[in-house]
């Protein structure tokens, strides 16, 4: 995915697939251009994710 595709994610709501699981785009790190994942139906947190290594699950 680019930046611009998970930020409307983030923005809009929508998931992602990070490592084969569905999260949901919870934080934003401007610094360092990532992204904080949250897993869909679990409390599972996943930090420093950079877009490139998601791929859009609708």
């Given at each position: 995915?680019?930046?611009?595709?998970?930020?409307?994610?983030f923005?809009?709501?929508?998931?992602?697939?990070?490592?084969?699981?569905?999260?949901?785009?919870?934080?934003?790190?401007?610094?360092?251009?990532?992204?904080?994942?949250?897993?869909?139906?679990?409390?599972?947190?996943?930090?420093?994710?950079?877009?490139?290594?998601?791929?859009?699950?609708?």
């Amino acid at each position: 995915m680019t930046d611009k595709e998970i930020m409307n994610r983030f923005l809009f709501g929508g998931r992602v697939t990070y490592r084969g699981k569905h999260y949901h785009v919870l934080e934003v790190n401007h610094l360092k251009n990532t992204y904080t994942l949250e897993l869909q139906h679990g409390s599972e947190r996943v930090t420093d994710v950079k877009a490139s290594e998601c791929e859009p699950y609708d």
